[in-house]
């Protein structure tokens, strides 16, 4: 079987580990690189691909099946459509763009030309969450109560020298709480209101460092997630995940699913219920699952070849990632309102 020939626009942080991804994939190759700066020049040399400054003439010259998406969020729907319009399938960095409206008309772009549009939530594509998302659907936790998320982390100074990650839209709800957003649509569905406050205090800059949001669920549901760059702490995903290997794994959990028959924590899958008598005099037993680890990036690229085969639908579509990206700008407008936001807007 021929592999799936992709490029990749931006190698920054990224983009190149896409492109260390691919290397090792049965299933699909990157062909060519575009990023114009010196650093992608040399990274493209050092890989052995072609390197274009402009993308859209490597979408031209190199035709290939499908393109990564790794620039900055403001260029996603430029870029996305540049592709869309050549027939050139789209893996979309996340968010899927800078605006909701933008998400929409990628979204629409893609689907008027039938090009296959996928957003790279990637945690949605580790066993664990699959796992988990199966435990919910199956019933066996019965009817979804509540939900907890924690995302605190510490990010090191240097993390800071980059101006815009100072400033609006540059701070950890749209960077990282978007996963954890997106990790509970994946799990309990629809978000109908987002209730939140942030706080700027331990940095000091002119964007939040800290968050907290109380979320209401389609299914009634009610939802919290904390979310901070300034906390040492070990309790948020990266850490507790073991999806990279430059996140030290603790053995921690960090998603807390209640349900009226039972109970699930996630990374670690133990399942609390009652085997006999159900009331809080009465014993609970735990069991625990371990999932086969697969690398959430690895699989999210064959996923992107079987979608541009046609043997799949995308998991995390334009529309799932918009709804994911407007769960998240609520929090913002939450906290600016200082008002329930209630969705879809
Ligand atoms: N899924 C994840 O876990 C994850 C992790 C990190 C970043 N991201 C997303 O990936 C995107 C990139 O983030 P990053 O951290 O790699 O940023 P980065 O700044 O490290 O890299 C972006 C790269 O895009 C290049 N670029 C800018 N304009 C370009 C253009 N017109 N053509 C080609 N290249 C161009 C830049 O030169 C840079 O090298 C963002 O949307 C971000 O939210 C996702």
Known sequence: MSKTKLVVIGVGAIGRMHVERA?????????AVSDPTPAGEAFARAENLRWFADYTQMLDEMRPQGAIVATPNATHLAVGVACIERGIAVLMEKPIADTVEQAAALTRAAETAGVPLIVGHHRRHNPILRHGREIVQSGRLGKAVSAVAMATFFKPDSYFDMAWRREKGGGPVLINLIHDIDMLRYLLGEIVQVQAVSSNKVRGYGV?????AVLTFENGALGTLVVSDCAAAPWNWDLAAGEAAHYPQ???NTHF????EGSMTLPLLEIWSYRGKKGWHDPLSVEMTTPHRVDPYHEQL?????????TETPVCS??????????????HRAVASGEAVTLPV
């Open 23 to 31: 290397r090792l994939h049965p299933q699909c190759e990157v062909v």
């Open 250 to 252: 603790q053995r921690v």
């Open 257 to 260: 699913i209640t349900g009226t």
């Open 302 to 310: 064959r996923h992107f070849s079987a979608v541009i085969a046609g």
């Open 318 to 331: 334009g529309d799932d990632a918009t709804r994911t990206l407007a769960a998240t700008f609520a929090v």
């Open 208 to 212: 939040e460092d800290t968050a907290a």
